[in-house]
């Protein structure tokens, strides 16, 4: 008898839960029907002020329109990414001389600018031979600035040396000439090789009535005077050497 009177129970529970669930779901719906009717209503409202004075009828239900495409949809956000812009540093690999410009047979990173141009003028088949390099073995050169607060022992060096040969030191910088192979640079060293190089002579360091050359020291002190191969009193073109080395412009006083 108690079963059965539970069963009846829990029977007349689960009706009204169903009553209540069919009353809400219909309470719900009666709702939306009402709040479109609503909006609809004010559309109706819109379209005819608007349409009163002199405005397009669509005007009010475009807006309305507008207004429930934002509240449904789903916001989307747009990051836009701004470009990175590359800096791109000027190489001094070319040497001009009465508006004919000479530019540097060899690839490379040419930032030395205490001298207004360098350009490695030798060929890169000459140099190939002389390097016993195979067909995809290039060169690479690197050339940056020298100064007292950076490299003064070097500096100091070249100084010294151009004292001794009673000339005064102008512009120095360093050059590195490397082996460029398979996308890959590698130190290279060949005191045998003649890496003929043309410089600029700074302007302000420019004189008709002097000779000038070109101090190269190695590493561990070693030097030698490599001198000036042209006419052009504008410029001076000398050997350079494979591997990396400390070079200065000097000019003697006496001759």
Do not use: C
């Amino acid at each position: 008898m108690k079963r059965q009177m539970i069963r009846r129970s829990l029977g007349i529970l689960l009706a009204i839960v169903s009553i209540v669930s069919l009353d809400f779901t219909a309470v719900s719906a009666q709702a939306t029907e009402g709040i479109a009717a609503s909006l609809q209503s004010k559309v109706a409202n819109s379209d005819s002020a608007e349409a009163g004075k002199g405005a397009p009828s669509s005007a009010g239900a475009a807006a309305a329109l507008a207004a429930l495409e934002a509240d449904t949809a789903t916001t989307i956000t747009t990051e836009v990414v701004e470009e990175e812009t590359a800096v791109v540093i000027p190489q001094n690999n070319t040497v001009v001389v009465n508006g004919v410009i000479t530019k540097t047979t060899l690839d490379g990173h040419y930032y030395a600018y205490s001298i207004p141009g360098l350009a490695v003028v030798s060929s890169l088949a000459d140099l190939q031979k002389q390097a016993n390099f195979m067909v995809l073995e290039y060169f690479f050169v690197s050339t940056w600035d020298l100064y007292k607060y950076t490299a003064p022992q070097a500096v100091e060096t070249m100084d010294i040396i151009a004292k001794s040969q009673n000339a005064e030191l102008g512009a120095t910088f360093q050059m590195t000439v490397s082996r460029y192979f398979s996308t890959k640079v590698y130190p290279y060293e060949n005191d045998e090789m003649q890496v003929t190089t043309k410089v600029s002579i700074p302007t302000a360091f420019r004189s008709e009535n002097n000779t000038y050359a070109m101090v190269y020291v190695k590493n561990g002190g070693a030097y030698e005077i490599l001198p000036d191969l042209d006419d052009e009193p504008t410029t001076i073109t000398y050997n350079a050497h494979a591997g990396t080395g400390a070079y200065g412009i000097i000019k003697y006083l006496d001759r």
